[in-house]
Nanobody, 130 residues
Framework: QSPLVESGGGLVHPGGSLRLSCIAP?????????VGWVRQAPGKGREAIAC?????????YYLDSVKGRFTISRDNTKNTVYLQMNGLKPDDTAFYYC?????????????????????WGQGTQVTVSP
């Protein structure tokens, strides 16, 4: 089983919205870790989308192309991290993964855009099409 599990993907029309969720089965302290989202479109490499600190009070990274449309958040009472995606575009079509690093001292939100993270899930497909 993947250390992280994503859900909430699907097929939407341009302009539509989806909310992705990320949990860590068997790990009860996800709230102690920074968590991010990355995506991979067909034929392209993975790109970091957003990252949030353990406390949830700071969102330390957003990809420029999603700023103002996507919001990362977390509910530590539910051990869940979310990615709210509004104003979806066909270019957002990709497999979306949540990612973290089990080392709480690892600066995930700085390293995630460089492709550095220690754990990720199997992903969830997001397709934006007319």
């Amino acid at each position: 089983q993947s250390p992280l599990v994503e859900s909430g993907g699907g097929l939407v029309h341009p302009g539509g919205s989806l909310r992705l969720s990320c949990i860590a089965p068997g790990f009860t302290s996800l709230d102690s870790l920074a968590v991010g989202w990355v995506r991979q479109a067909p034929g392209k490499g993975r790109e970091a989308i957003a990252c949030i600190s353990p406390s949830g009070y700071t969102t330390d990274y957003y990809l420029d192309s999603v700023k103002g449309r996507f919001t990362i958040s977390r509910d530590n009472t539910k051990n869940t991290v979310y990615l709210q995606m509004n104003g979806l575009k066909p270019d957002d079509t990709a497999f979306y993964y949540c990612a973290t690093d089990w080392n709480p001292y690892f600066d995930l939100c700085t390293e995630l855009p460089k492709g550095h993270y220690g754990a990720w899930g199997q992903g969830t497909q997001v397709t934006v099409s007319p």
